[in-house]
């Protein structure tokens, strides 16, 4: 649904979605932190999921990989990842789909890479564990490591030969951190984590992602906590691994101008539900959701004059235990009208030929036209004029 | 303290250096090395004005807000505020001073006390200013209100409160005790961007109001932008460019800076992919070893022998644009002729001016 524009016949969605709800039981009541989501995902696609903290972008994520399962959790829907059913999937299943078919990479590379382990040896351990033969052959390899390693001691570099698998797994994590960009790669595959950047980290998260050639990466912020010459780089290289090997990535994200630098499609989220879906230009020339408006307004840009003031959204988020009745956004949203305590459906609004481009808004297109530009060529979520205590808009709901 | 009107020179930094030592040995500690964290930096913070400061992480932007501060002692060079010499300063001798100056912190989760009521983290500060009784109260709801907040959060505690709104606790906080000068270390950065601009204007609205001076620190040149009259571009703890806010954004003289304007994604499809970029290579090299001459150089693309060996004067351009490179961007012939060596320049710097190829 989420792409017409780039779609041959032929590429079939290898990831589908189908009302996913997620909701977690909890001391302040039942939190619906997913409600109701859907989209599909192409190969080479890179889908974008945008929205504030709290919005269920990263729940989303997290519960494709089962890594939302708990006690507390109930989930409904679908999610159909190559013929198989991730949400109702046994652990062993998800465990050969994770990292090998759908893999991570997490915000936050100090706190996801393991600390006390070297990181080539990270990545080993992804190979191998997705690696049929080393399993088959678990004896024999321990076998033909322990002997390697007395008789391969360090003063007889000539005898250092092939001993299994295990060596086999480090040449490729050399060559997996030389394609992401790791200089001298060979001597720092034996680095901890702590010896690297945050740049470099990321790096290793996204080679360690890639250590099995998954088919779908799922990047929840992976450059938020990085510089922007490193992000430039990152993105870049996202770009290039697309290309090389056609995977599709769903980018979890809330900077806009990375979404405009690689996405093919975006996911606008807000308070659980996606509240508009559509192509990178539909979204960004001609939003339908105020919620869309609202984020495109509170852009800072460098490429033009600076504007006097901000805009912003009044308010915040709701909570997801007590979320308002019918259209999340309203009590946010200036242009409140009588339809909206009733939920609005997602669906392609205005012209019928616009059929991949859908929101959740009970407005006319006609006067979405009208109401989102506050001021010529700007797009935000301000009523005209500008109220003038904008700022004050921090009350707890 | 004598009041001074807009305009004047509140904060002055010269020549201002923080080297961290690195201590090594088992009795006796011996120093092995030093970060360069601030090396050599100089600028001057008028009354009313807002100085935006940004540079990648490690460059040492929150390390000089802090020494501004007198957080840190510097290792050599001179601060003065208000006209008084505050760079070796005793804590007891800082304390009026502390009235003068306040910050507000990056992580609004963690620079408010979890185990204090909303009142109480506001209060502390209004009675160190001299605020007593039930005054100190009122002074409380009063200050919420202003920052956005309702005045009967006074009995909350931070945990219930979210990132955006403990920031403006942050603020108020800093408030309390009418201060000239406000050092914001990235004050919005932990914050999602509709929540941001809220911030913003709010920190322009108290601005207005209260004749603030502000040092901004942030690693986001577009929110600097935003709210900055000046902004001085650091890189490896040294300065590499000040310039007038909209300037530098239309006419960066700095490499470093073209590349970092370059590296931000426009939030514009259409354009972005009209738009040539050069992504630059590598990160910033290590602090404790800084490359000669330039040290921008190992990944300038306009780097040649001359940038390897000497290191470039900040070099003062018209507008008070000031940057320190050999092969300025953007400047014609003529402002390249009628460029002067800046007083600000490092004392280690060449003497030559840049001239033209």
């Known amino acids: 649904m989420t792409t017409a524009t780039t779609t041959p016949a032929a590429k079939q969605a290898i990831l589908e979605v189908r009302d996913l709800t997620v909701s977690f039981a909890t001391d302040e009541g039942v939190v619906q932190a997913v409600d109701g989501v859907s989209f599909n995902l192409r190969a080479g696609e890179i889908l974008a999921v945008v929205g504030e903290s709290g919005c269920g972008k990263s729940v989303t994520a997290m519960t494709l990989l089962g890594l939302t399962r708990s006690p507390n959790a109930r989930f409904e829907g679908t999610a159909t990842y190559k013929g198989t059913e991730l949400l109702s999937a046994s652990d062993a299943e998800l465990q050969r789909i994770r990292g090998a078919e759908i893999a991570m990479i997490f915000q936050d590379p100090m706190a996801s890479l393991n600390p006390v382990m070297r990181i080539g040896d990270q990545i080993v351990e992804q190979i191998l564990a997705h690696d049929v033969t080393y399993e088959d052959h678990a004896i024999e390899d321990a076998v033909v490591e322990t002997v390697a390693s007395v008789t391969d001691p360090w003063w007889m570099p000539w005898r250092r030969g092939d001993n299994g698998p295990r060596q086999r797994a480090r040449e490729r994590a050399i060559e997996l951190l030389e394609r992401v960009g790791i200089p001298r790669a060979r001597e720092r595959v034996d680095a901890y984590p702590h010896e690297f950047s945050g740049g470099m980290r990321q790096r290793v998260m996204i080679a360690l992602a890639l250590s099995c050639d998954p088919s779908i990466l799922i990047a929840d912020e992976p450059t938020t906590a990085l510089d922007v010459t490193v992000q430039a780089q990152i993105l870049q290289r996202f770009r290039e691994l697309r290309d090389e090997t056609n995977a599709a990535l769903i980018l979890v994200t809330h900077d806009l101008g990375v979404v405009a630098d690689i996405a093919d499609n975006i996911a606008v989220m807000y308070a659980g539900r996606i509240v508009e879906q559509g192509s990178l230009d539909d979204i960004f020339y001609d939003p339908q959701h105020p919620y869309t408006w609202g984020l495109m307004g509170a852009i800072t840009r460098i490429d033009r004059p600076r504007r006097s003031r901000l805009p912003t959204i009044p308010g915040l988020p709701p909570s997801l235990a007590n979320r308002p009745e019918g259209c999340h956004l309203r009590p946010r949203c200036p242009h409140e009208f009588d339809a909206c305590p009733q939920v609005p459906p997602l669906a392609a609004r205005g012209d019928a030929a616009r059929g991949a481009h859908l929101d959740r808004c009970w407005l006319e297109p006609e006067r979405k036209r009208a109401l989102r530009e506050i001021e010529p060529g700007e797009i935000g979520l301000e009523p005209k004029p500008p109220a003038p205590s904008a700022t004050t808009g921090g009350d707890v709901a | ?357």
Do not use: W
């Open chain 2, 1 to 357: 303290m004598s009041s001074a009107g807009p305009g004047d020179v509140l904060l002055e930094v010269e020549h201002v250096k923080l080297h961290f030592p690195i201590k090594q040995g088992i009795l006796i500690d011996r120093v092995v090395g030093r970060v360069h964290a601030v090396d050599d930096v100089s600028f001057t913070l008028r009354e009313g004005e807002t100085l935006g400061l940004v540079g990648e992480s490690g460059c040492g932007k929150t390390t000089l807000s802090r020494t501004v501060m007198r957080l840190l002692e510097p290792t050599s060079g001179s601060l003065r505020f208000s006209g008084t010499d505050v760079t070796h300063a005793s804590r007891h001798s800082l304390m009026p001073l502390r009235r003068e100056m306040q910050m507000v912190f990056q992580d609004p989760y963690a620079s408010l006390n979890p185990r204090k009521r909303i009142g109480q983290i506001v209060g502390v500060a209004l009675e160190r200013a001299g605020v007593k009784g039930d005054d100190v109260e009122r002074r409380v709801r009063e200050l919420l209100e202003r920052v956005g907040l309702s005045p009967e959060h006074v009995n909350r505690f931070p945990h219930e409160f979210s990132g955006g709104q403990r920031q403006r606790i942050g603020v108020a906080r800093a408030l309390a005790v009418s201060p000239r000068l406000i050092v914001l270390d990235e004050p919005v950065s932990a914050l999602d961007v509709s929540i941001q601009a809220q911030i913003i204007n709010l920190l322009e609205n108290l601005q207005n109001e209260f004749g603030l001076t502000y040092l901004f620190v942030a690693h986001d040149l577009s929110v600097v932008r935003h709210v900055s009259d000046r902004i001085a571009v650091m890189y490896l703890g040294k300065l590499m460019e000040v310039s007038p806010a909209e300037e530098l954004y239309t006419k960066p003289i700095h490499p470093y800076t073209a590349a970092l304007l370059e590296a931000i994604p426009i939030p514009d499809p259409r354009e972005n992919r009209a738009r040539r970029r050069s992504v630059v290579a590598g990160e910033p090299p290590n602090p404790i070893n800084p490359p000669s001459g330039c040290v921008f150089h190992p990944r300038c693309p306009r780097a040649t022998d001359v940038c390897r060996e000497v290191e470039p004067p900040l070099t003062a351009y018209a507008n008070d644009h000031v940057a320190a490179c050999h092969h300025p961007l953007s400047v014609s012939a003529r402002e390249l002729a009628a460029a002067v060596p800046s007083p600000a320049s490092p004392l280690s710097a060449g003497e030559a001016t840049p001239q033209a190829a």
